[in-house]
Nanobody, 128 residues
């Protein structure tokens, strides 16, 4: 059974850092693109970053501005989102998601619809 479980969220002060963890099971990461998304209160869910099956292609949203880094440990089946210089605007529930269609080892999709498998999310709150 395929499954995604996020952890690592919490309360952090502005300028602080968090490392989110997405534990996958039932997926083969070298043939599966993984995305991180977030949804703030009252807003639509938006993509944060994605990583291709090869891990050589990463697409960050415009608001990342070099503050977040997506990486993975293929052997462990884990995808990370290292976040630094956090701002109150980063407050949201963060989700990881897995794609099912394989479009090549260097492709990760930008659209939410390309990721049918989702975890339950982890809350990130940035506040002083």
């Amino acid at each position: 059974q395929s499954r995604l479980v996020e952890s690592g969220g919490g309360l952090v002060q502005p300028g602080g850092s968090l490392k989110l963890v997405c534990e996958t099971s039932g997926f083969t990461l070298d043939t599966t693109a993984i995305g991180w998304f977030r949804q703030a209160p009252g807003k639509e869910r938006e993509r944060v970053s994605c990583i291709s099956p090869s891990a050589l292609t990463v697409h960050d949203a415009h608001f990342v501005k070099g503050r977040f880094t997506i990486t993975r440990d293929m052997r462990a089946g884990i995808v990370y989102l290292q976040m630094s210089s956090l701002e109150p605007e980063d407050t949201a529930v963060y989700y990881c998601a897995a794609a099912t269609q394989y479009y090549g080892s260097h492709y990760c999709g930008l659209a939410e619809i390309e990721y049918p498998h989702w975890g339950q999310g982890t809350q990130v709150t940035v506040s002083s």
